[in-house]
């Protein structure tokens, strides 16, 4: 009883302490990434509209807003759209629009923070099929008229997956360490103080049994 209360007493504190650490690196991570999610929008805001002209026209006289999107991307190493309001105008990830499998409509959330909240950048969650994905999202003026710029983080959202992933087994195999030291101290604190109490039932006995002479030493 003495050790599993020592191993108890153990081992809430540490379960606590772990969930804690757990919870504030987690949240640290999301924050760094939304941040660079946020920066990178803002570095293709900044460069869809200074090549303002190549969005409205090609070379040939022909629009090309998606070809544009596309070599935006490519600067980035993100995939960039552009919404119209409530309408898609511009992606460089136009196969996956014209498949079905994007909604071109603009995101419920990303629409409010922008259009209606006048919010000058966002970053929140949406869902791609069941796979959840950071996307960022900022106004940019193009062509004369104030569209949405979104940034979809797909890859970002899997590394803060993984990277929680990793701190979740860093903190399972801290929690078993701290519960085996736990457990080995209790186990020794608790010989410690039962040992004297079973050589004093001990000696008792002996003499309930009528061994008058049965000694206990005393440290």
């Known amino acids: 009883k003495l050790f599993l209360a020592f191993v108890l007493a153990s081992i809430i504190p540490v379960l606590i302490l772990a969930f804690v650490i757990r919870a504030y690196f987690a949240d640290l991570l999301r924050q760094d990434i939304q941040g660079e999610a946020a920066r990178t929008a803002s570095v293709a805001q900044r460069v869809i509209e200074e090549s303002d002209a190549l969005l409205n026209r090609g070379s040939d006289g022909v629009e090309r807003a998606d070809d544009v999107m596309v070599w935006i991307s490519q600067v980035i ?9 409530p309408n898609l105008v511009a992606t460089s990830q136009l196969d996956l629009y014209s498949s079905g499998l994007l909604p071109t409509r603009t995101p419920d959330a990303v629409y409010r923070a922008i259009v209606l909240q006048r919010l000058p950048s966002f970053v929140a969650e949406d869902v791609f099929g069941s796979t959840p994905y950071l996307i960022a999202a900022t106004p940019v003026r193009t062509g004369g008229r104030e569209r949405i710029l979104t940034v979809p983080a797909a890859l970002r959202q899997r590394d803060i997956e993984r990277e929680i992933d990793d701190l979740d087994r860093g903190v399972h195999l801290a929690v078993l360490c701290f519960i085996l030291l736990g457990a080995a101290l209790g186990l020794s604190l608790a010989e410690r103080i039962a040992d004297p109490v079973r050589r004093l ?3 008792t006995q002996r003499i309930a049994r009528g061994d008058f002479d049965a000694r206990i030493a005393v440290r």
């Open 201 to 203: 039932t001990r000696a």
């Open 77 to 85: 190493n993100q995939d960039v759209n552009i919404f119209d309001g």
